[in-house]
């Protein structure tokens, strides 16, 4: 079946830290994989995505590379700030079926 | 501007009551669907539609109504059989014409039993 697995969280960073949310996946073919951002009260955005192996997405200083051989798709960034701060979500989307997959999120909290 | 809309921002349930959550969008996406967020958890499907005047259960669909009259509208009904209503429910729309495409979402309703 089709699941992605995400780095538990809360994630607390200080500011300018490195960060890194790792999630691999489980798919029957193909997926479009997927990075979701949602602040406090909000819907998700959408932050990045790859549609194949080794593409690599990237927004807002955010980066992940779709890793077939690893069945990964982490999400990095050089330098975090404070409003980086949220809910960060990896999804899948298998070409059948239309459907998504989510990860249960990783909250990241940067501090001054 | 394109996009989709959610009313209302806070909905309040009583007991034995029926409540419906709009979603409309203005992106001319053929697919549309409805998760629910409990606090601390990821996204769960309640319903999804591909396409007019057709729709099909998710993971959690017990308790829950749609209907799909409107390419625009994917309207959500709350009925008295679901026990635990209390959740942030989220609309989401896609393009839906070949699958593995992005999903955009609304601002979510909150709703809340009395």
């Known amino acids: 079946g089709n699941s992605v697995t995400q780095m538990e969280g809360p994630v607390t960073l200080s500011e300018e830290a490195f960060l890194t949310i790792n999630c691999t996946y489980t798919?029957?073919?193909?997926?479009?994989l997927f990075w979701y951002v949602q602040y406090p009260g909000e819907g998700l955005q959408l932050l990045l995505k790859?549609?194949?192996?080794?593409d690599k997405g990237s927004n807002k200083g955010f980066e992940a590379t779709y890793r077939k051989e690893t069945t990964s798709f982490h999400l990095e960034k050089g330098s975090v700030q404070v409003s980086d701060s949220a809910v960060y979500f990896c999804?899948?989307?298998?070409?059948?079926?239309?459907?998504?997959?989510f990860g249960t999120g990783t909250s990241l909290t940067v501090i001054p | 501007d394109g996009g989709i809309t959610q009313s209302p921002k806070y909905l309040f349930r009583k007991e034995g009551q029926n409540v419906t959550l709009s979603c409309e969008q203005n992106?001319?996406?053929?697919?549309m669907y409805w998760y629910r967020q409990d606090p601390g958890q990821g996204l769960r499907l309640i319903y999804y539609?591909?396409?007019?005047?057709?729709?099909q259960k998710g993971d959690i669909a017990e308790g829950y109504s749609v209907s799909r009259e409107k390419k625009e509208s994917f309207p959500l009904t709350v009925t008295s059989a679901q026990k635990n209503p209390t959740a942030f429910y989220l609309c989401?729309?896609?393009?839906?014409?070949?699958?593995?495409?992005?999903?955009?979402f609304g601002p979510g309703t909150r709703l809340l039993v009395l």
């Open positions: 539609s591909q396409i007019v005047n057709d729709f």
């Open positions: 999804a899948l989307s298998v070409k059948t079926g239309n459907q998504f997959y």
């Open positions: 992106l001319n996406h053929d697919a």
């Open positions: 798919a029957t073919g193909y997926p479009s």
């Open positions: 989401a729309s896609s393009i839906g014409q070949l699958g593995g495409e992005t999903q955009y």
């Open positions: 790859a549609t194949k192996a080794d």
